[in-house]
């Protein structure tokens, strides 16, 4: 099989392979392929709970109920800090 990528895409191969975790193009890609396996799985088992949930964001801002950007980042900033303290060693 013969597959023509992108400058972009040759570009990131050649980087990720300099960083030395890979020692080829090939093993970039089957890395790439893992993780695009394995992400595709997460979604496929968490369809449903994703769904309700952007199920829920819309009704909640149908009746204006959202954040500001400054709210949101607020509340994300808060999020990782809490995360950050709950899971220090």
């Known amino acids: 099989m013969t597959i023509k990528l992108r400058p972009e895409h040759e570009k990131a191969i050649t980087e990720a392979i300099k960083t030395g975790a890979y020692r080829d193009a090939d ?16 979604l496929r088992e ?21 954040f500001t950007a400054e709210q949101s ?7 990782k800090s809490k995360w950050k303290r709950e899971h220090k060693h």
């Open 27 to 42: 093993e970039v890609i089957s890395r790439a392929l893992e993780i695009l396996h394995t992400s595709e799985e997460w």
């Open 46 to 66: 968490h369809k449903q709970q994703i769904s309700k949930k952007i199920e829920a964001a819309f009704a909640q801002s149908e009746r204006g109920e959202y």
């Open 73 to 79: 980042r607020s509340d994300m900033q808060n999020r």
